[in-house]
């Protein structure tokens, strides 16, 4: 496959649920697509140095679990992760909600961006909704037309 997909630029996933992640990492994998994925707000499993190289940042913005989340907490959990993965230094990316709920939190999260955040801003938010790529997120391998769809956004972010 020729890709315009940089390999020496960085994918990163952040989800809390990684059976949410797995089929973008299948896809991306098979594609030699290079990626970090980072598992929800555990502070554990961010990088204790910001990154600096990210080119693609796809974002659950939910990373509490529940669905009955406040605002507040959200940001908060928004704000301790992105504050840990991107460098004040980083180079120009691509926030992508990566999400079932960007409708509810995207305003806060530009907010966020706007404030505590402002020189950790992306260059565009994009919004891939988890169920419109892969409805049943089981441990099925992904089909042709799910892979497609993925590497043909990725095209377009790129571009």
Do not use: T
């Amino acid at each position: 496959m020729e890709s315009m997909i940089p390999l020496n630029g960085r994918i990163a996933i952040v989800d809390d649920q990684i059976e949410q992640a797995l089929p973008l990492m299948r896809i991306f994998a098979k594609n030699n697509i290079p990626y970090v994925y980072y598992k929800g707000n555990n502070i554990d499993y961010l990088p204790e140095q910001p990154e600096n190289d990210i080119r693609i940042l796809l974002l659950d913005l939910n990373l509490l679990g529940g669905r009955d989340n406040q605002p507040k907490d959200i940001r908060s959990s928004l704000f301790s992760v992105l504050s840990h993965i991107i460098s004040p230094n980083n180079y120009p990316y691509v926030l992508v909600l990566w999400s079932r709920q960007e409708k509810d939190y995207k305003k806060m999260l530009e907010e966020l961006f706007s404030n505590d955040l402002k020189g950790r801003a992306p260059i565009a938010i994009l919004e891939w909704i988890k169920s419109e790529f892969f409805p049943n997120f089981s441990d099925e391998e992904v089909n042709k037309d799910e892979e497609y769809k993925i590497i043909d956004k990725l095209k377009d972010v790129i571009a």
